[in-house]
């Protein structure tokens, strides 16, 4: 039944997003990261490169496992990016991990019910939200700090935009995010 599910006798439901396009954003990206990179900042204060693929490595099984409801140590866990460590064997399992993350949540059973990722449960709709968040943030992020072009889905910059949006002006202590800065009104979406 390709990616819809029946819902009642009459009516299909696709998932609200593909996040396959975004996945393979980021895949495509890792080929251009240098070993001498891996010690290079990140936007992201005191993550270097090596923790932060350690870190999307780490945010694509537990979204993978958020989105099948496979609750446990990977999604019981909260991210700390900058003491993750890298395995070795990175530029072969990244791309499988993050490749089954997307294939995970095409799933519309995914997206309903609730789910939990970095320790926090919430509803199935959201965590594919957030996944959908963490890779664009995250290829953007690795793209900037790699020199490489970035670029993203207008449906998936929309729907980032959302979610940080509902953060406000002022995110909660403790949050990842630092407060919105300033862009022009004619500015890219992506700024």
């Known amino acids: 039944m390709d990616d819809r599910t029946k819902t009642d006798d009459t ?4 998932p ?7 996945a393979r954003q980021l895949t495509g990206l890792l080929d251009a990261v240098d ?15 090596s923790a932060l693929l350690a870190h999307i490595g780490g945010l694509a099984v537990a979204f993978r496992d958020a989105a099948r409801k496979e609750l446990g140590p990977t ?12 395995e070795d064997d990175w530029r072969g399992t990244l791309p ?8 995970a949540w095409r799933s519309p059973g995914a997206w309903q019910g609730m789910s939990r ?11 594919g ?15 900037r700090s790699t020199g490489q072009p970035f670029r993203a889905e207008e449906a998936h910059l929309h729907s980032t935009l959302a979610l940080l949006a509902a953060l406000g002006d002022s995110p909660p202590a403790g949050s990842p995010f ?14």
């Open 11 to 14: 009516t299909e439901t696709a």
């Open 35 to 49: 070993d001498a990179w891996l010690s290079a900042p990140t936007p992201c204060p005191g993550v270097t490169v």
């Open 96 to 103: 499988g991990a993050l490749d089954a993350m997307a294939t």
């Open 16 to 22: 609200p997003q593909d996040l396959e396009p975004a």
């Open 75 to 86: 999604t019981d866990t909260a991210p700390s990016v900058a003491e993750m460590v890298l």
């Open 178 to 191: 630092g407060p919105p800065v300033p862009v022009p009104d004619d500015a890219p979406l992506l700024d």
């Open 117 to 127: 990722a970095g320790s926090v449960d919430l509803p199935g709709e959201v965590a």
């Open 129 to 143: 939200m957030v996944a959908l968040n963490e890779l664009v943030l995250h290829g953007w992020d690795l793209a």
